[in-house]
């Protein structure tokens, strides 16, 4: 569109020409509504269409002034409604419905009004009245209106700016420098830039406005310079603030960094003493926060009361001289001074000395072990706590230097821990079964021995009789089983005592499963003292062994008086029995109460040859008579039994066929034969063990003809017990006792202290090894033995310790010492323990070299400040506490004073060295000097000036 014929158009609305369509005039035409104003909303009304249209859509235009011309639609405006855009200010548009007859009405046209811009004065927003090399300035104001009431929007506007500098009387523009922001050159001084300004100009549409200029900004170091001289007035000199009361100098620095942070970054980069600023604030800030710590003291609890006073002391060393500054006419450090008070009371140094002793008079030195003198647990106690509350009393530095505190602790362990023994006789009760009360009596009892000897002497008499009863709970018994044991296989060798009979039987083998069961239920320790246990075991499988015999005898007597059974059968069982019988030991045929019935009934046996005569009858016969004697071996010895065994089997083999049938018991030969073989195998065994040469092999190799001996027949024990006698009634002389042994393990303890030397009980324990695992097993008190090597152990380490450090660290040696259980204990020397003790003693003794030491290290300071002559009087005590042993130097528990007093001389040593004299040649040492000065804390500066006046 040509905008000049578009403004002439504009400018005439009477010459307005609007193409001709229907309902274009009169009254069947659109009509619209609003304010013809940019950003403003118009409306088609379509109230005056004819009846029945319908309109199926709009277009609004913008009216093209020509003849000729077409009318231009306006993009997107296809509704009702239409808001002015700013492109439309000062033309002239309407709008056009079409029904859906495809008919089109048309409104008239309507002028939007022309804008009418204007701009206020831009302003240039700085942090101060100045702006600052190398600050970005920003400009503001400059609002665009337009005069005409259009409401314009911020994205309808579009500005560009123009920023000027001061060159004599007139301005020139800036090249580069169009946008809303402008950073001032960090040279902009030196190249002559000192004022500058801004114009703006804005455009809506095609309008255009321009502002006024604003008001000239000067660009300055003002804000940086002024605040570098306010922050220099905070200071007299690098180590003194320049304060009359710490109120104002606070609200002065306060005011100072409020301004600070008002400046702009730039400003703030300029001001290059803004340290001094920053370290005022935060020393403001500590000296404050130390004067409300110190003006709290009452209000602190008396448990936190030391640690407290101890940090606000720490806290104020802390400071240096410019810190110190602030607090005016030292205010502050005499405060703190009042509320320390150095401990320097003679009757307090007193008081510590009689705690020392009434420490040490709580152990009890004597034959060589060391108990407490209260003799309960309730009394030791008490005395504790009278002890500890008059420590308490104490102020903090003298509680450090009272003596022997670690016997206080260790007596509070030995009560705690002998507590905890007694409690565990909550678990015994007179209403437990007897294997339960030893059983809870032997955890006792092993809890009791590792107890140490004063452990244990604090335990009330009543207890262990109550742990003696307990463990004994189940003596009665024991003594019942020992008795009913010995009634059945006590003094046996080859029968048992007892004679069962048929009526009998059945009570003896009750018994006897009753005892083992009681057995079962005993404790180990119990169960060791029932003597031939393991007899009776073997006495159960006898019975049973022998119940059966008897069952076969007895069937036998019965087939034997049944009618009608074939002779053969008769012999055939009778023989089966026979053997079995002969199979037993001598003390399971010694339980078959019918053996006798059964012997004496044999068989008949009818030898039919069918009236043919063997010629060696009467030789079979006398054989048959020989061969009866055999089943009695009694009455024959080995050597006996053999012969004979050997010329009748001879005389079978010379008999004839006929002959032998003759010979009807020849089942006992047999037998007999098979007894011979059995011993023959047994006495090589015997043999064996007889030639064995060493004592220890050889009581094994006994171990196994024992075994073999118990298994064997009875005829083959009969036959074979002069050698196995001999064997055992010959048997090397150092084999071992089992019995002996056993006994003097037991004597080894008496009264919870060991009778034997550690040698004796290696010695023991050396022999126990040596045993058997049979012979192991006899030995009924091997714990006892297992637990003195154990502790042999213990001790012979501890021996090493002692050996290694008693006399360069006896400490150590005591500690380990005292950690040893009393039974432990009794395995050192009485001498041993006795240099021990001693030594114990000596250091628990209150030390009063040590002690006056303490007190010559406290007097180095006075409320709070060294004494004069500092240095001389640190060297006396110096040469004193070097002269001391280690353990008494153990007792000076404020040693750390005395270094600390020897730092803080070389510290203001240090500091003189780098003393020069004020003058202009040496300004850069001087400083130097200050410096240090300046860093001193004010005990420091105190001594310094004491040491070295001339230097101030």
């Known amino acids: 569109m040509n905008k000049k014929l578009l403004f002439t158009a504009a400018a005439i609305p009477a010459a307005l020409f609007v193409p001709t369509v229907a309902g274009a005039v009169g009254a069947d035409t659109v009509t619209v509504t609003g304010k013809n104003t940019v950003n403003e909303t118009l409306k088609a009304s379509i109230e005056n269409l004819p ?3 319908i309109v199926k859509g709009y277009q609004w235009y913008y009216v093209d002034g020509s003849k000729d011309s077409t009318n231009k639609p306006i993009s997107g405006a296809t509704t009702a409604s239409f808001t002015v855009p700013v492109e439309a200010a000062g033309k002239a548009v309407f709008v056009e419905a079409t029904t859906t007859k495809d008919d089109k009405y048309k409104s008239e046209a309507l002028l939007i009004n022309e804008l009418k811009l204007s701009i206020t004065k831009p302003r240039i927003d700085s942090s101060s009245n100045y702006a600052v090399p190398g600050e970005s300035v920003q400009v503001g104001g400059a609002i665009v209106t337009d005069e005409a009431g259009a409401k314009l929007q911020s994205n309808q506007i579009t500005y560009s700016y123009q920023w000027f500098y001061k060159v004599g009387e007139s301005f020139t523009i800036i090249d580069g420098a169009t946008k809303d922001t402008y950073k001032i050159p960090n040279n902009a001084l030196t190249d002559g830039i000192t004022d500058i300004m801004v114009k703006v100009q804005a455009k809506v549409g095609t309008s255009l406005v321009e502002s ?6 000067t660009i300055s170091n003002e804000p940086s310079d002024s605040m570098i001289e306010e922050i220099k007035t905070l200071l007299i000199n690098d180590n003194k603030y320049n304060v009359t009361s710490l109120e104002s100098f606070k609200a002065k620095v306060t005011e100072l960094e409020s301004k600070y942070q008002g400046l702009s970054a730039a400003a703030k980069a300029n001001v290059k003493n803004y340290d001094v600023l920053k370290r005022a604030t935060a020393d403001v800030d500590l000296i404050s926060k130390l004067n409300e710590k110190v003006d709290k003291v009452n209000e602190i609890n008396e448990k936190d009361l030391s640690k407290y006073l101890k940090e606000i002391e720490e806290a104020y060393d802390k400071f240096d ?27 307090e140094f007193k008081e510590v000395r009689r705690l020392n002793q009434a420490i040490v008079a709580l152990l009890d030195y004597k034959s060589s072990f060391v108990t407490y003198v209260p003799t309960g647990i309730e009394s030791l106690q008490s005395a504790i706590e009278t002890i500890e509350k008059d420590i308490a009393k104490l102020s903090q530095n003298y509680r450090a230097t009272v003596q022997n505190q670690s016997i206080l ?5 030995d009560i705690k821990k002998v507590e905890q023994f007694i409690k565990l006789f909550d678990k015994l009760s007179e209403k437990d079964s ?3 009360q030893v059983t809870t009596a032997k955890s006792i009892r092993t809890a009791f021995e590792k107890l140490t000897y004063k452990q244990l002497k604090l335990v009330p008499e009543k207890y262990m009789n109550t742990l003696l009863k307990a463990e004994n709970a189940e003596n009665s018994q024991i003594d019942s089983l020992n008795r009913e044991i010995d009634s059945y296989v006590g003094d046996v060798d080859d029968s048992y005592p007892i004679d069962p009979s048929k009526d009998s039987w059945q009570g003896h083998v009750n018994n006897v499963n009753r005892i083992i069961n009681e057995y079962k239920g005993l404790t180990k320790n119990s169960a060791a003292k029932i003597v031939g246990y393991n007899s009776l075991l073997t006495l159960q499988k006898d019975f049973k062994a022998a119940e059966k015999i008897i069952k076969d005898m007895d069937a036998y007597q019965k087939l034997s008086e049944t009618p009608g059974v074939a002779e053969s059968k008769l012999k055939t069982n009778y023989t089966n029995v026979l053997k079995a019988y002969n199979k037993l030991t001598s003390l399971q045929q010694s339980l078959v109460y019918n053996a006798n019935d059964f012997l004496l009934n044999t068989p008949t046996i009818t030898v039919n040859l069918n009236g043919k005569e063997p010629a060696d009858k009467a030789a079979a016969l006398a054989l048959k008579a020989e061969v009866e004697k055999l089943a009695n071996v009694t009455k024959y010895t080995f050597t006996q039994f053999e012969s004979a065994v050997n010329a009748a089997t001879t005389k079978y083999k010379n008999l004839s066929s006929g002959g032998r049938k003759y010979v009807t018991n020849y089942y006992l030969l047999t037998a007999a034969s098979k007894d011979l073989s059995g011993v023959k195998s047994f006495h090589k065994k015997v043999q064996t063990a007889r030639q064995e040469t060493d004592a220890t092999k050889q009581a094994k190799k006994i171990q196994t003809v024992q075994t073999a001996y118990a298994k064997l027949p009875a005829n083959q024990q009969h036959l074979a017990k002069q050698q196995y006698e001999d064997l055992l009634n010959n048997r090397l002389e150092d084999a071992p006792d089992v019995t002996l042994l056993n006994n003097e393990i037991a004597k080894m303890v008496s009264n919870d202290s060991y009778t034997v030397s550690i040698e004796k009980i290696n010695e023991l324990s050396t022999q126990y090894k040596n045993l058997s695992s ?4 006899r030995i009924t008190n091997a714990s006892i033995l297992t637990t003195a090597v154990s502790d042999v152990k213990k001790v012979e380490s501890f021996m090493k310790t002692y050996e290694k450090s008693f006399t360069s660290n006896p400490t150590t040696v005591i500690k380990a010492f005292n950690k040893l259980t009393s039974k432990q204990m009794s395995l050192i020397s009485p001498e041993i323990r006795q240099s021990i003790i001693d030594k114990d003693q000596g250091q628990q003794q209150s030390n009063e070299s040590a002690l006056k030491l303490v007190e010559s290290i406290n007097s180095l300071i006075v409320n709070g400040e060294y004494i004069d002559d500092l240095e001389t009087k640190v060297k006396e005590i110096r040469t004193a506490y070097d002269g001391l042993s280690s353990s008494e130097k153990s007792v000076v528990k404020n040693y750390s004073k005395l270094t600390q007093a020897e730092s803080d001389l070389k510290k203001v040593a240090d500091v003189h060295a780098l003393y020069v004299p004020s003058t202009e040649e040496n300004e850069a040492a001087r400083k130097t000097w200050q410096t240090a000065y300046g860093k001193l804390s004010k005990k420091l500066e105190i001594l310094y000036k004491k040491m070295y006046a001339n230097d101030l």
């Open 51 to 53: 009846a029945n249209s």
């Open 212 to 217: 006024v200029e604003s008001d000239v900004i």
């Open 321 to 347: 001289l410019l810190q110190r500054s602030l607090d005016l006419n030292d205010a502050l450090y005499n405060s703190i001074k009042n509320i320390l008070k150095d401990p320097t009371d003679i009757d």
């Open 409 to 413: 602790s260790d007596a509070k362990s």
């Open 434 to 436: 007897p294997s339960k």
């Open 774 to 777: 049979s012979d192991k097993k």
